[in-house]
């Protein structure tokens, strides 16, 4: 069906909805041929869009491209650098990341922590899990839901078990759920990232998850963001080892878009 045989039968049934009560085939019919119309033109689009080109100053030029596919070239970068970190490095970072987060909880007076569990080259974070324990501080792990995260409290870290993402996670217990108390609580979220910049934004794994969690503790004045992040994958050092061409088209530092919330401040270790 050409493009505008699919317009004409999407007005034809429009048509025939005002006259009467569509049958349930018509209105799959109808649903089907909008979806493939708003394809075709986000594909069209996106086709012009791709033959536009940026010129700089020194006479390079560069093709348009979304914050989507930016940070997809700034994330590749990320886990290059991150994958080139010795298990010796890394494991001095989770011992580095443990002091800091103790003198945090204590300068901010936290009695709950929301944490994660690390994976693969991550900054380990079992480490803080046990001396948070040791100082009778509860910590919450994220459940990843369809399209969001819960937290509930964990006692040990043998009871998590591999869930979503191939990441730990413990069980969902409703008691044992995550609740903000404005009254009392003062609460402290460790966000896991691939790369930050010293404002807090931050380049995740595209999925969106803590950005959504984060934005319902916006104007909590006792919720802090922390980022934890590699010295090797701090905002600058990524955007060096960019090539001209990648800090053309990520136009250098983190690619931000809508909805991408920062953290308070960033841990780097």
């Known amino acids: 069906m050409t493009q505008e045989e699919r317009i004409n039968r999407i007005n034809e049934l429009y048509r025939l909805s005002k006259e009467r ?144 993402f191939k990441v730990r996670e413990p069980k969902e217990e409703k008691d044992r759920a995550f609740h903000f108390e404005p009254e009392d609580d003062s609460v402290l979220i460790l966000v896991p990232g691939l790369s930050f910049d010293d404002a807090g934004n931050r380049i995740g794994y595209g999925k969106g998850y803590y950005d959504r969690f984060l934005a319902g503790f916006e104007a909590e004045s006792f919720v802090k963001s922390a980022g934890i992040c590699y010295m090797e994958c701090k905002e600058k050092k990524v955007t060096k080892a960019l090539s001209p061409e990648e800090k053309a088209l990520t136009k250098g530092g983190i690619p931000v878009g809508k909805g991408d919330i920062r953290t308070d401040f960033v841990i780097t270790v």
């Open 21 to 164: 009560q569509l049958t349930e085939e018509e209105r799959n019919e109808q649903g089907l041929l909008r979806a493939e119309y708003l394809s075709e033109i986000r594909a069209s689009v996106k086709g012009q869009l791709g033959q536009i080109r940026i010129v700089e100053k020194d006479g390079s030029s560069h093709p348009v491209v979304s914050v989507k596919e930016r940070k997809e070239i700034y994330r590749k970068k990320c886990l290059e650098i991150r994958n080139s970190i010795s298990d010796e490095r890394r494991i001095d970072a989770g011992e580095f990341l443990t002091g800091e987060v103790l003198k945090i909880v204590k300068i901010l007076k936290v009695n709950k922590v929301l944490l994660y569990a690390s994976k693969d080259k991550e900054v380990p974070t079992d480490g803080v899990f046990e001396a948070l324990k040791e100082k009778g501080i509860p910590c919450f792990y994220p459940v990843t839901k369809e399209d969001e995260i819960v937290f509930y409290e964990a006692d040990d870290l043998m009871n998590l078990q591999t869930g979503t």
